[in-house]
């Protein structure tokens, strides 16, 4: 479970921090005082872990006066106060580091995410890593910097809302990751037979480039037919002429279709920046992927018809051997694809899309 602290400033009102403690203590893993006599109050609350200057669970210490407070620190458990402002800071801590120290409070009147980004890099597992935080989304970013994300925040809030606040922040990235992460629909494949291959002249294809990187038998489905998705593999392999661009899936002509985690379809050409799409695997597996950009170039196309149960699905795609359909046991460039072949689709059964929301009860022809 990530940690949530807060900072009792000395300027605040007894009162104030009293309704603070009373009222969101229980969410609390610890408090730093910089007033000694506020020590009496957190303890007085039931505070599990508390910070001052001068030592109640923790002696807080700025990582400038490491080296002056060297003795002063022997035996004690420490919490060191550290700004950074450049590596050779990261540095100086690092060979300063007293034998007590727990935990690391990263501060920042500036912030930025790459500070903290070398901070953990260089201390996840050594101490626990606190980010002063000053609002939500700060609070968010910092728990998840690196995938790892800093072991807790601490805050300078004056009022239980902005406790309560935070709080679900802590909670909702201390979930395991898959309830953290957004939960994509199951997408059953089939197996359909290819039945025609033929090139049908230059068209405008997207190149589809997430931020994320996929792995062999995951892409995007795709088609012609909202009814008949082919998936579509990532460029995952390297050729003799290009490097593998595992984050990319060169998905097919503007007008088509792809499956998004919500279960709608989108035109390729809406895809941009920031919107989502659906990564599927040959099992079905899926996962959500942010865009992060689209490329449209003009390119000789090639149109590929399969059939599953007698109803036939078109897709076009670049003609160009990176482009690979995914099969039940690999992936096969459209360029080696012919008649017979097996490849992977969604097939849905009956219904028209409105801006991409299925209607089952329509009738509709695609062709």
């Known amino acids: 479970m990530k940690e949530l602290w807060i900072r009792l400033r000395k300027g605040l009102d007894e009162s104030r921090k009293k309704k603070l403690l009373e009222e969101v203590g229980d969410k609390l893993s610890g408090v730093i005082c910089e007033d000694e006599g506020d020590v009496a109050l957190a303890r007085a609350y039931d505070i599990r872990r508390i910070a001052s200057?001068?030592?109640?669970?923790?002696?807080?210490?700025?990582?400038?006066?490491?080296?002056?407070?060297?003795?002063?620190?022997?035996?004690?458990?420490?919490?060191?106060?550290?700004?950074?402002?450049?590596?050779?800071?990261?540095?100086?801590?690092e060979e300063n580091l007293p034998g007590g120290a727990e935990y690391l409070l990263v501060?920042?009147?500036?912030?930025?995410?790459?500070?903290?980004?070398?901070?953990?890099?260089?201390?996840?597992?050594?101490?626990?890593?606190?980010a002063k935080a000053s609002n939500s989304i700060e609070a968010k970013t910092f728990l998840e910097t690196l995938e790892l994300g800093a072991d807790g925040i601490v805050v300078d809030a004056q009022y239980p809302e902005q406790i309560e606040e935070f709080w679900s922040v802590v909670e909702e990235v201390s979930k395991p990751k898959a309830v953290v992460r957004e939960e994509a629909i199951a997408v059953p494949l089939v197996r359909a037979k290819v039945v025609d291959v033929k090139p049908v002249g230059m068209g405008a294809r997207v190149c589809v480039d997430t931020c994320d990187l996929l792995s062999e038998g995951e892409g995007l489905l795709v088609g012609s037919q909202a009814s008949g998705l082919f998936l579509i593999q990532a460029e995952v392999e390297d050729t003799p002429h290009t490097a593998a661009r595992p984050f990319r899936v060169n998905a097919g002509p503007v007008s088509s279709y792809t499956l998004t985690p919500?279960?709608?379809?989108?035109?390729?050409?809406?895809?941009?920046?920031?919107?989502?799409?659906?990564?599927?695997?040959?099992?079905?597996?899926?996962?959500?992927?942010?865009?992060?950009?689209?490329?449209i170039e003009w390119r000789p196309m090639v149109m590929v018809v399969a059939e599953y149960e007698g109803s036939m699905y078109k897709t076009i795609v670049q003609e160009a051997e990176t482009i690979k359909f995914v099969t039940p046991n690999g992936a096969k460039a459209v360029t080696e694809l012919k008649p017979g072949d097996e490849v992977l689709m969604r097939v849905e059964e009956g219904g028209g899309r409105h801006f991409g929301v299925l209607v089952k009860e329509e009738r509709i022809i695609e062709r």
């Open 262 to 295: 919500d279960g709608t379809t989108k035109y390729l050409s809406e895809l941009s920046t920031g919107d989502k799409v659906l990564v599927v695997s040959r099992k079905g597996e899926t996962k959500p992927a942010i865009v992060g950009r689209t490329k």
């Open 107 to 130: 501060e920042s009147e500036d912030w930025r995410v790459i500070p903290l980004e070398n901070v953990i890099a260089r201390f996840h597992g050594k101490l626990k890593i606190l």
């Open 53 to 93: 200057p001068l030592g109640a669970d923790f002696v807080l210490v700025n990582f400038r006066d490491l080296e002056k407070e060297r003795s002063k620190l022997m035996g004690k458990r420490v919490m060191i106060a550290f700004q950074p402002s450049a590596m050779k800071d990261i540095n100086f801590l």
